[in-house]
């Protein structure tokens, strides 16, 4: 283990360390709770628009999900290697990328981890005023009531946040489960041989552009990595943890897309703005609009991507002010809670605070390229970790190069075609954390005399 901010100035603060309390299906639940959110309900139209048949829609899901393998593979390696709370920040930093490490962090906090909070919490509040006539301020404060709840869940026991969060993420993938086994009897089977999409690409060309359009449906299965070091028997847990995620994910969404390409024809699907919703009101016995089977679904799952940000993204900066690259009392551990109470109350505050900033949905869209460049340097640090002296990883993935080398190429393509539609947005975001972040990180360096 690195011995970076062996000389961090401890005197008035007790470094605690996390204890291991959250199980298998803790961590399967962290990991699902942040994957399967609000974007798979526009993502289906995206892929069915991408792929131009409903056949192709269901295999670019199927393969979709086979090609994420390798990225959760890279993850358990790395988690096993350094079983500890941090995830990414961990890896950049044993890699010998201190610099790397602390602009990870500097980039979560201040761009990507609360202004996620701002934006689910503020999600699931509008779908509450679908059924309320409320004002916007009105809908700004049930956000930040939500925020506020789900910070006392996480703050006052880990154990106890990982069984609510278990029980909240089997509860967010229930509508799921019960529109594919209602759906699943109802089916219209001419749909699934319906001519292609006037104008769409047909053979490998639609298939590769239905399995580009699917993969910001699998992004954040390695979010329990930041909680590695509150995980039990981490050598076991995470890699099963991990592929369990995946395998989970991809049963999902094939059989979600298998139901709504039978229950939707192709052009209706692809052009639809609730597609999960607009296939529920196909089916017999259904009653109401598809705005509202849109709104009480994404309500049940945004919660449960919601409270998963709170519990796992106060950890990197737990972290970082452990080796003395961020403000020493986010290293505080509560004596009796026995949880980051610092870290997770100053990102609920900061969370709350741009509840009520403009734009906040168009802010984070500028650091999109950033965090997707935090996720392919993340796996490419198995090139540089695997020949350092002392790499001992508890499981190792099968396939090793091979593996990191297809996880970055899945993701590469995220980053291409971000660039595609935003490059002016992405070039001034990475400018400005840079330009931030270097000062920055020698202020912390300087300030705690850190190595």
């Given at each position: 283990?690195?011995?970076?901010?062996?000389?961090?100035?401890?005197?008035?603060?007790?470094?605690?360390?996390?204890?291991?309390?959250?199980?298998?299906?803790?961590?399967?639940?962290?990991?699902?709770?942040?994957?399967?959110?609000?974007?798979?309900?526009?993502?289906?139209?995206?892929?069915?628009?991408?792929?131009?048949?409903?056949?192709?829609?269901?295999?670019?899901?199927?393969?979709?999900?086979?090609?994420?393998?390798?990225?959760?593979?890279?993850?358990?390696?790395?988690?096993?290697?350094?079983?500890?709370?941090?995830?990414?920040?961990?890896?950049?930093?044993?890699?010998?990328?201190?610099?790397?490490?602390?602009?990870?962090?500097?980039?979560?906090?201040?761009?990507?981890?609360?202004?996620?909070?701002?934006?689910?919490?503020?999600?699931?509040?509008?779908?509450?005023?679908?059924?309320?006539?409320?004002?916007?301020?009105?809908?700004?404060?049930?956000?930040?009531?939500?925020?506020?709840?789900?910070?006392?869940?996480?703050?006052?026991?880990?154990?106890?946040?990982?069984?609510?969060?278990?029980?909240?993420?089997?509860?967010?993938?229930?509508?799921?489960?019960?529109?594919?086994?209602?759906?699943?009897?109802?089916?219209?089977?001419?749909?699934?041989?319906?001519?292609?999409?006037?104008?769409?690409?047909?053979?490998?060309?639609?298939?590769?552009?239905?399995?580009?359009?699917?993969?910001?449906?699998?992004?954040?299965?390695?979010?329990?990595?930041?909680?590695?070091?509150?995980?039990?028997?981490?050598?076991?847990?995470?890699?099963?943890?991990?592929?369990?995620?995946?395998?989970?994910?991809?049963?999902?969404?094939?059989?979600?897309?298998?139901?709504?390409?039978?229950?939707?024809?192709?052009?209706?699907?692809?052009?639809?703005?609730?597609?999960?919703?607009?296939?529920?009101?196909?089916?017999?016995?259904?009653?109401?609009?598809?705005?509202?089977?849109t709104a009480i679904m994404a309500i049940i799952v945004i919660i449960g991507s919601l409270s998963s940000c709170i519990m796992f993204q106060p950890r990197i900066e737990y972290a970082?002010?452990?080796?003395?690259?961020?403000?020493?009392?986010?290293?505080?551990?509560?004596?009796?809670?026995?949880?980051?109470?610092?870290?997770?109350?100053?990102?609920?505050?900061?969370?709350?605070?741009?509840?009520?900033?403009?734009?906040?949905?168009?802010?984070?869209?500028?650091?999109?390229?950033?965090?997707?460049?935090?996720?392919?340097?993340?796996?490419?640090?198995?090139?540089?970790?695997?020949?350092?002296?002392?790499?001992?990883?508890?499981?190792?993935?099968?396939?090793?190069?091979?593996?990191?080398?297809?996880?970055?190429?899945?993701?590469?393509?995220?980053?291409?075609?971000?660039?595609?539609?935003?490059?002016?947005?992405?070039?001034?975001?990475?400018?400005?954390?840079?330009?931030?972040?270097?000062?920055?990180?020698?202020?912390?360096?300087?300030?705690?005399?850190?190595?």
């Amino acid at each position: 283990m690195s011995k970076v901010g062996e000389n961090l100035k401890t005197d008035s603060v007790q470094h605690k360390e996390l204890g291991r309390k959250l199980g298998l299906w803790a961590a399967v639940a962290i990991s699902l709770g942040t994957t399967i959110g609000s974007g798979i309900f526009s993502s289906i139209q995206e892929v069915a628009a991408a792929s131009g048949t409903a056949l192709i829609t269901i295999l670019a899901f199927l393969v979709g999900g086979f090609i994420n393998i390798p990225a959760n593979m890279v993850y358990a390696e790395l988690a096993t290697a350094y079983p500890e709370d941090g995830g990414q920040y961990v890896y950049f930093r044993e890699a010998g990328f201190k610099g790397l490490a602390f602009w990870c962090g500097w980039i979560s906090f201040w761009a990507t981890d609360p202004p996620s909070i701002s934006i689910m919490a503020l999600a699931i509040a509008n779908y509450l005023g679908f059924f309320m006539n409320w004002s916007d301020l009105a809908l700004k404060f049930v956000a930040v009531a939500l925020v506020l709840i789900f910070m006392f869940v996480h703050l006052r026991s880990v154990e106890g946040g990982g069984k609510f969060q278990t029980f909240i993420t089997f509860f967010k993938i229930l509508p799921f489960v019960l529109l594919i086994g209602y759906g699943i009897f109802n089916l219209n089977g001419s749909l699934y041989s319906a001519p292609a999409l006037d104008g769409s690409h047909i053979g490998m060309l639609a298939l590769l552009a239905g399995i580009s359009a699917t993969t910001w449906s699998f992004d954040g299965m390695g979010a329990v990595c930041y909680m590695t070091g509150e995980i039990k028997e981490p050598k076991r847990t995470m890699p099963r943890a991990l592929i369990i995620t995946v395998l989970i994910v991809t049963l999902i969404y094939v059989l979600l897309s298998f139901v709504v390409t039978g229950l939707l024809p192709i052009d209706k699907l692809a052009g639809s703005d609730s597609p999960i919703a607009d296939a529920a009101t196909m089916l017999p016995g259904i009653g109401g609009s598809a705005g509202t089977i849109t709104a009480i679904m994404a309500i049940i799952v945004i919660i449960g991507s919601l409270s998963s940000c709170i519990m796992f993204q106060p950890r990197i900066e737990y972290a970082m002010a452990k080796d003395g690259l961020w403000f020493k009392s986010f290293a505080k551990v509560h004596p009796k809670f026995e949880t980051p109470y610092i870290s997770i109350i100053i990102q609920c505050s900061y969370a709350i605070i741009l509840i009520f900033a403009t734009d906040l949905a168009n802010l984070l869209g500028y650091f999109t390229l950033v965090a997707l460049m935090k996720n392919f340097l993340t796996f490419s640090m198995i090139f540089f970790l695997r020949r350092k002296n002392g790499y001992n990883p508890l499981w190792r993935m099968p396939g090793g190069y091979v593996m990191a080398g297809v996880a970055m190429i899945v993701t590469f393509t995220l980053i291409a075609s971000t660039f595609l539609w935003a490059p002016v947005a992405g070039l001034i975001a990475a400018i400005l954390s840079i330009v931030t972040g270097v000062p920055a990180y020698y202020f912390f360096k300087h300030k705690y005399h850190t190595v």
